[in-house]
T-cell receptor
Framework: GQQLNQSPQSMFIQEGEDVSMNCTSS?????WLWYKQDPGEGPVLLIA?????ELTSNGRLTAQFGITRKDSFLNISASIPSDVGIYFCAGQLWTSYGKLTFGQGTILTVHP | DTGVSQNPRHKITKRGQNVTFRCDPISEHNRLYWYRQTLGQGPEFLTY????????KSRLLSDRFSAERPKGSFSTLEIQRTEQGDSAMYLCASSLVGQKGNTIYFGEGSWLTVV
């Protein structure tokens, strides 16, 4: 089945630094989504990408849908302590609408 | 709060007991999904409904699991004869078909611990 490889697995950064994480797939997706999850809570949608090559921003977050449709990245600029959490990428195919395939997550720690 | 609502948020049960979780989706959403998440992993798809029809089930959904959405609004997920391996967070999500890209929104999850 499809698998998403998300990297890095964890990051320890200083407040104010920029962060970059990415996700690659063995097969194509039609939609890429990025979620943030705090401990004990459900994933919260950050950015949704619907078209290959699309670059979308949400405040300090920027994400891109790779041209090959097999990858996506998420950048966070000027990190702050509340950015701490687990970031997940997820891919979706039109042929299986609703069935998201998730990456393993990137654990982000921000030191004040 | 008009987001996806789940209850109970936490449940501790003895092995062999039955448990039921409830999910209330975002009110105008016609699709409802159940996912399961274990520690250190991303969520895994279990099943989804469009209105009251259950359209797809994962092979992860053994015959001890049953999900219903009787009136096309709220949904329940029942686990019968629970096993320790069922311990996980059960996530409900919803979306509106026809909305751009079928964006899926998750609830806060229901933690299950089987002892």
């Amino acid at each position: 089945g499809q698998q998403l490889n998300q990297s890095p697995q964890s990051m320890f950064i200083q407040e104010g630094e920029d962060v970059s994480m990415n996700c690659t797939s063995s097969s194509i997706f039609n939609t890429w989504l990025w979620y943030k999850q705090d401990p004990g809570e459900g994933p919260v949608l950050l950015i949704a990408l619907y078209k290959a090559g699309e670059l979308t921003s949400n405040g300090r977050l920027t994400a891109q849908f790779g041209i090959t449709r097999k990858d996506s990245f998420l950048n966070i600029s000027a990190s702050i302590p509340s950015d701490v959490g687990i970031y997940f990428c997820a891919g979706q195919l039109w042929t299986s609408y609703g069935k998201l395939t998730f990456g393993q997550g990137t654990i982000l720690t921000v030191h004040p | 709060d008009t987001g996806v609502s789940q209850n109970p948020r936490h449940k501790i049960t003895k092995r062999g007991q039955n448990v039921t979780f409830r999910c209330d989706p975002i009110s105008e959403h016609n699709r409802l999904y159940w996912y399961r998440q274990t520690l250190g992993q991303g969520p895994e798809f279990l099943t989804y409904f469009q209105n009251e029809a259950q359209l797809e089930k994962s092979r992860l959904l053994s015959d001890r699991f049953s999900a219903e959405r009787p009136k096309g609004s709220f949904s329940t997920l029942e686990i019968q004869r629970t096993e320790q391996g069922d311990s996980a967070m059960y996530l409900c999500a919803s979306s509106l078909v026809g909305q751009k890209g079928n964006t899926i929104y998750f609830g806060e999850g229901s933690w299950l611990t089987v002892v």
